[in-house]
């Protein structure tokens, strides 16, 4: 049985002002006591070569709140907080000079610094990127400094964990622009995250 520990309900407002008809959304936060399955969480801030201390200020158990209070605990999920790293990478740092190519850089930049067994996470600055909001695949998640609130953080951790795209709008990873509508996981996605998060908790 999970036991609920507290629900909060929290007003998300809709950014959109110009016409759009979308119905505010509500969003509770649930947390269980001790969900069934839990995955480790580094969180990984990449800076400019030579720079070896954090210039990133956020809270990083209130970022795990955040994904376990409205995504993932109701999933049984809980996500957890192993370590915090600083990367110094220029390459990674300033995305701005990959453009069209963020992925692979990521991918191949990220490759000597992200643990097997964990979720890794990545921070890096909204400025020092164009286009990209966000990147997510085989347990890594690239996420820029201004959407570590919003959807845009579970919909890359659904990437990371194995999901592709979904039409529902809704769900959370469909590829709306209203990030606010992007509520769920749907059953099959649930499963899927399960199971990936199985394997890398045996270090696959
Ligand atoms: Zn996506």
Redo the contacts with the bound molecule.
């Keep these: 049985m999970k036991k609920l520990l507290f629900i909060a309900t929290i007003f998300l407002s809709l950014s959109c002002s110009n016409g759009d008809d979308f119905e505010p959304v509500y969003m509770d936060k649930i947390f269980v006591e001790n969900p069934e399955r839990t995955v480790k969480v580094n969180i990984i801030y990449v800076e400019n070569e030579g720079d070896a201390k954090r210039s990133y200020n956020f809270n990083e158990q209130e970022f795990m709140n955040y994904l376990n209070g409205y995504y993932f605990h109701r999933l049984g999920i809980g996500l957890e907080l192993n370590e915090s790293k600083v990367l110094a990478n220029e390459e990674l740092y300033d995305l701005r000079d990959n453009v069209g190519s963020e992925a692979s850089t990521f991918f191949m930049q990220s490759q000597d610094s992200y643990e097997k067994g964990k979720l890794n996470i990545y921070i890096i600055k909204r400025s020092n990127i164009i286009g990209v909001a966000g990147m997510g695949r085989n347990q890594r998640v690239l996420l820029t400094d201004t959407n570590i609130f919003n959807s845009t953080s579970p919909?890359e951790i659904g990437?990371a964990l194995g999901l592709f795209?979904d039409d529902e709008i809704t769900n959370i990873?469909s590829?709306t622009l209203n990030k606010d509508l992007r509520q769920s996981f749907n059953e099959e996605q649930e499963k899927r995250i399960e199971k990936r998060i199985d394997q890398i908790n045996l270090g696959m």
Excluded: E, F, N
């Design positions: 919909h990437h795209h990873m590829t």
